[in-house]
């Protein structure tokens, strides 16, 4: 019996391995078939890469299956490009890049999915995780490797440590970015990303210098060279002193819009509170977005792309293609009026009286309470990436509101009946006032830098103003419906 025992057992392996090898080879060829359903953009490349994960699930080519599968969902490469995402595409990502990191873990793609299922936990809907994010971020840069995801994990912990206000942290993480993988990407958006502090910090020629450095490593994206540019034209004219009120684009709009919003250097979101609806214009006026929402009193674009409208109830996220979820609602705060977001999605909200400012921290479903201020009544609040600052429309002056939940006015002269307020990438601040017939600039301390007459933009009254992220000025006119920018 012991004779016959052996061979059958070195039978059975060479059987198994036989059947392993062929369910192997089998895989091989249908990833080949998914790869080049994906490369034409086929609707059957999904269904094909999850064939292959079934032919072979713990194979050598299930993780590069499920890896490619979450990608055509449309995955942010870099923690700037989320909220380009609905939320069941983002859980359906997800699900996939968790298979392998808990089924896979020692697969070639492993690092590149721990890398972007942290991106994902930084979507700003409920399953928002920074925490997650950032343990994961943390385990790949402690790898001691310079690839391209250990190096991008780097860059992510960063990020993080810039969008939560720790400057100094997130500049030595960027410069040591910069000199440990030189001619990468990480390396260029490191060197854009000290920019961007240097500018909210008012140093604007060691802004410009790094702004134009990243654009000459010819390493950025196009979106990000073009919001690199804009934001070196800013950091100039800022140094300069300089606020540009020459026309660019003069047109109609809609029908009576209440309120404007920037996106990037040129477009706009246009509330429409009347008619029920939200806008998205691009550099040229046409409209490439919109949302059907109830009553919006105020749209929110953050530099990176992150769109919200504010209504009474509650703060609602615009999703690209063109429906709205609710973010969170009003809660204690009764209603709303309007607020602010930041490019981590924290939104900053105030009540119906402008008397009380709420947080609403990424996946909270209602905001608390971080100020109230005895006599001030404030309106369109803004977010400078320092502090918040507001319309004290009682007060005829501006107040600034800290993180520490301190305040302390910022400008207290010289504004007529203030109505809006907006601010520039650079902290400079422009107040709309004297019944939305003026808008005065200041510099971030509240000095005077000038004055324009809407009138020069071809309007009686505007009713509400707004910075792109070049520093461009547009106002917006209710009664004409008119949209005008500067250069």
Do not use: C
Not at 230 to 247: C, G, H, K, P, Y
Not at 262 to 278: E, F, P, S, T
Not at 289 to 296: E, G, L
Request: charged share 25%.
């Amino acid at each position: 019996m012991r004779r016959l025992f052996l061979p059958a057992i070195a039978i059975a392996a060479v059987s198994a391995g036989g059947a392993a090898s062929a369910q192997s080879s089998d895989a091989e060829a249908q990833y080949r078939v998914a790869r080049r359903l994906a490369a034409e953009g086929s609707a059957g490349a999904g269904e094909a890469l999850d064939r292959v994960v079934a032919l072979d699930p713990r194979g050598p080519l299930a993780d590069d299956a499920l890896l490619d599968r979450a990608l055509l969902v449309g995955l942010p490469r870099w923690p700037e490009q989320r909220g380009r995402l609905a939320a069941p595409r983002i859980s359906e990502a997800r699900t996939l890049l968790s298979r392998i990191l808990k089924d896979l873990p020692t697969g070639d793609r492993a690092e590149e999915a721990a890398y972007r299922q942290a991106v994902l936990l930084l979507e700003p809907i409920f399953s928002f995780d920074d925490e997650e994010a950032r343990l994961l971020w943390l385990a790949l840069a402690a790898a001691g490797t310079n690839s391209e995801w250990a190096s991008s994990a780097r860059y992510g912990l960063a990020w993080l440590a810039e969008q939560r206000g720790e400057f100094g942290r997130a500049t030595d993480a960027y410069q040591r970015l910069r000199v440990d993988t030189p001619n990468s990407e990480a390396s260029a958006r490191a060197t854009a990303a000290i920019g961007r502090i240097r500018l909210r910090q008012g140093g604007f020629p060691a802004a410009a210098a790094r702004f134009q450095d990243a654009l000459d490593s010819g390493a950025l994206d196009d979106l990000l060279a073009a919001q690199t540019r804009a934001l070196r034209d800013v950091a100039v004219d800022a140094f300069q002193s300089r606020i540009e009120t020459a026309e660019a684009l003069h047109i109609t709009a809609g029908t009576r819009p209440t309120g404007v919003a920037a996106v990037g250097a040129a477009g706009a979101l246009i509330v429409q509170r009347k008619v029920g609806l939200v806008i998205e214009l691009d550099a040229g006026g046409a409209v490439v977005n919109r949302w059907t929402v109830d009553q919006p009193l105020a749209a929110l674009a953050t530099p990176n792309g992150l769109r919200f409208a504010v209504t009474a109830n509650g703060v609602l996220r615009l999703e690209p293609d063109g429906g709205t979820e609710s973010h969170a609602t009003a809660g204690a705060f009764g209603a709303l009026s309007s607020g602010v977001a930041d490019d981590l999605g924290r939104v900053w909200v105030l009540d119906r009286r402008g008397e009380r400012l709420g947080l609403i921290e990424p996946g909270s479903m209602e905001p608390a309470p971080v100020w109230s201020g005895g006599g001030a009544r404030l309106a369109t609040p803004a977010w400078d990436g320092n502090r918040l600052v507001a319309v004290d429309t009682r007060n005829k002056s501006v107040l600034a509101v800290y993180p520490d939940s301190s305040s302390q006015p910022v400008v207290t002269l010289g504004l007529d009946r203030p109505g809006a307020l907006a601010v520039d990438p650079a902290g400079r601040i422009g107040v709309l006032h004297a019944r939305g017939t003026l808008v005065s600039f200041f510099d971030a301390d509240g000095k005077a830098l000038g004055r324009f007459s809407v009138e020069g933009a071809g309007m009686q009254r505007a009713v509400d103003l707004a910075f792109g992220l070049d520093g461009a000025l547009q106002l917006i006119e209710e009664g004409s419906g008119l949209w005008w920018r500067a250069r």
